[in-house]
């Protein structure tokens, strides 16, 4: 089968010094060794991953011990004060505008309306003075910053918080804060997946624990960081990619413990449709190696062992969902994935060309294994949430792409469509395990 590529037009100080997988649980606590998204006055987001005693650059703001956040909550604001340190601060980010009878009409824009002079800001900047106290003084400074509307105070404050502030706020990473780095920064890396256009993904797909799904991600993970969140580490993700390697670096941003990044297993094109010609893997006696060779061979036996059970998960068939987001051609990975899928299971497509998709649209609609094949649009509009200043934003993206969902059903009147056969798949089986045994006797003999 040939893959096609695409065209397209308890005690908070007991767990302080332990990691998320060492905890063995979700927490809304700062940790070390994980990593965390740093929100900035600008809006600008950087993501680190905390080390004690240490400290982390936020440019022009500043650097901050990372002592002074690790073990607290997320969701509190802090200020960098007296070089390093970092201080809890009240978020301000929700406070309610009074409407009054002021206008902006006789407001001008000229920087001699500013009693302080640049040089008296870099003077009280350079002796330390906090970001929130250079604000106020910017702001007493303003000849007519009363006659302001309420709302237009606010801008004004948010525009010399973006410039003078040193307060950042910590976000926890979830699968939209993760999205939201990502796409902000580089959304073609994503193919441009936006993040209403994944949770359709995840629904039309209905991706729910104790389940096992074979995904096609080919957007750095972003697909099987929502597969894997959903699942819980209660199910299996069967990963197919590319490479030798896979390229799922946006999973290491969700911090997951070990149950759930478990739940993963992978495989690449080639190890898909190479079933004979691999040679099996010679077992060893281990206690008669040396410390050397027994360590590399541990490596070479867990990565045999991995791709053993990554192929015998693929060959047993019954998967509850086929999802892809990918660069090949779908009709392709269709017909090379979908024996392996159950019945009346769902097969999700997406792709940010229509076209790509009507070539797979039409085979599945004459096809006999597919019924109710669609193709949707997804279209969002984003909302400006503040108390007395709720409204649409003024620009919205250009597209979220189309996704192309299916069931599949077995059909008995024709066997060719039912897959592989339960005894097709017992022989692949068995001669694996046959072919272990025999190794291991040889080893032994």
């Known amino acids: 089968m040939e893959i096609q590529l695409a065209e397209g037009p308890q005690s908070l100080s007991e767990h302080q010094g332990q990691s998320q997988q060492e905890v063995g649980e979700d927490s809304h606590i700062i940790r070390p060794d994980q990593f965390v998204f740093l929100k900035m006055p600008s809006g600008n987001v950087k993501?680190?991953?905390?080390?004690?005693?240490?400290?982390?650059?936020?440019?022009?703001?500043?650097?901050?011990?990372?002592?002074?956040?690790?073990?607290?909550?997320?969701?509190?604001?802090?200020?960098?004060?007296?070089?390093?340190?970092?201080?809890?601060?009240?978020?301000?980010?929700?406070?309610?505008?009074?409407?009054?009878?002021?206008?902006?009409?006789?407001?001008?824009?000229?920087?001699?309306?500013?009693?302080?002079?640049?040089?008296?800001?870099?003077?009280?900047?350079?002796?330390?003075?906090g970001g929130q106290e250079i604000i106020k003084k910017v702001v007493e400074g303003h000849s007519t910053f009363n006659k302001k509307t309420e709302y237009s105070k606010a801008k004004y404050i948010k525009r010399k918080e973006a410039k003078f502030s040193k307060v950042f706020t910590p976000v926890k990473p979830t699968l939209y804060s993760v999205w939201s780095y990502v796409y902000n920064n580089r959304s073609e890396k994503i193919r441009d997946l936006r993040i209403d256009t994944l949770s359709q993904i995840l629904t039309l797909a209905n991706v729910h624990a104790n389940a096992k799904y074979i995904v096609i991600d080919d957007v750095r993970g972003m697909l099987i960081s929502g597969v894997m969140e959903r699942l819980g580490g209660y199910g299996l993700v069967l990963g197919i990619h590319e490479h030798e390697t896979p390229n799922y670096d946006i999973v290491k941003y969700?911090?997951?413990?070990?149950?759930?990044?478990?739940?993963?297993?992978?495989?690449?094109?080639?190890?898909?449709?190479?079933?004979?010609?691999?040679?099996?893997?010679?077992?060893?006696?281990e206690s008669k190696l040396e410390e050397k060779d027994l360590e590399f061979y541990l490596r070479?036996?867990?990565?045999?062992?991995?791709?053993?059970?990554?192929?015998?998960?693929?060959?047993?068939?019954?998967?509850?969902?086929?999802?892809?987001?990918?660069?090949?051609?779908?009709?392709?990975?269709?017909?090379?994935?979908?024996?392996?899928?159950?019945?009346?299971?769902?097969i999700v497509i997406y792709s940010i060309h229509k076209e790509i998709l009507v070539d797979a649209f039409t085979y599945l609609r004459m096809s006999k294994q597919c019924i109710n094949p669609e193709i949707t649009e997804s279209w969002l509009r984003n909302y400006q949430v503040l108390p007395g200043r709720t409204h649409p934003e003024m620009t919205i993206s250009g597209g979220g792409g189309y996704i192309l969902h299916a069931k599949r059903i077995i059909n008995n009147d024709d066997p060719g469509d039912a897959g592989p056969s339960v005894e097709t798949v017992k022989q692949q089986v068995d001669k694996s395990s046959s072919s272990q045994d025999q190794t291991m006797t040889d080893a032994t003999e």
């Open 47 to 129: 993501a680190v991953r905390l080390k004690k005693d240490t400290q982390v650059s936020l440019g022009k703001f500043g650097n901050f011990d990372t002592n002074s956040i690790i073990g607290h909550p997320y969701g509190y604001s802090y200020e960098i004060y007296e070089g390093t340190k970092a201080k809890v601060i009240k978020n301000v980010a929700f406070v309610e505008v009074d409407d009054t009878e002021a206008n902006n009409r006789e407001i001008v824009d000229d920087p001699a309306k500013q009693n302080l002079s640049h040089e008296e800001i870099e003077r009280m900047k350079q002796e330390g003075v």
């Open 254 to 285: 969700m911090n997951f413990t070990k149950k759930i990044a478990d739940s993963l297993k992978t495989l690449s094109w080639i190890q898909v449709f190479k079933e004979d010609n691999e040679q099996d893997f010679l077992y060893k006696d």
């Open 300 to 346: 070479k036996k867990m990565r045999y062992e991995r791709l053993n059970d990554a192929r015998q998960a693929l060959w047993q068939g019954e998967f509850d969902g086929l999802l892809v987001a990918s660069q090949y051609q779908p009709k392709s990975i269709i017909e090379a994935l979908l024996p392996y899928v159950a019945g009346s299971r769902p």
